[in-house]
């Protein structure tokens, strides 16, 4: 399976930006989809999940403000972000899984594809 990541860019704090992952290669119903992000200086970092059935999962520091969806006729997962915060700048990553286990939707080794990241920078 393949994963094409793509939005993200400047912003300013309170802003909003979409990030979208393209999935190919494989039945998009089938996968798990999750966002992880990373600063340069710390690990990766769970940011949101959304299950097969639409189910979504977020970390404690974007729930309220981060939204994961899913449209199965595009094959693509998205992530609305609002009220962006200079702690949000890092590079996001979109991973698939078509194996990982609910207890395991936060933990980025549970996933066994990954896109090639997207840089997202706010600025106050």
């Known amino acids: 399976v393949q994963l094409q990541a793509s939005g993200g860019g400047l912003a300013q704090v309170g802003d909003s930006l979409r990030l979208s992952c393209a999935l190919s290669?494989?039945?998009?119903?089938?996968?798990?989809l999750a966002w992880f992000r990373q600063d340069p200086e710390k690990e990766r970092e769970f940011v949101a999940a959304?299950?097969?059935?639409?189910?979504?999962y977020y970390s404690d520091s974007v729930k309220g403000r981060f939204t994961i969806s899913r449209d199965t006729a595009k094959s693509t997962v998205y992530l609305d972000m609002n009220s962006l915060k200079p702690e949000d700048t890092a590079v996001y990553y979109c991973?698939?899984?078509?194996?990982?286990?609910?207890?395991?939707?936060?933990?980025?080794?549970?996933?066994?594809?990954w896109g090639q990241g997207t840089q997202v920078t706010v600025s106050s």
């Open positions: 991973a698939a899984s078509s194996s990982v286990i609910l207890s395991q939707y936060r933990v980025s080794a549970a996933y066994n594809s």
């Open positions: 290669g494989s039945s998009f119903r089938n996968y798990v």
């Open positions: 959304i299950g097969r059935g639409r189910t979504p």
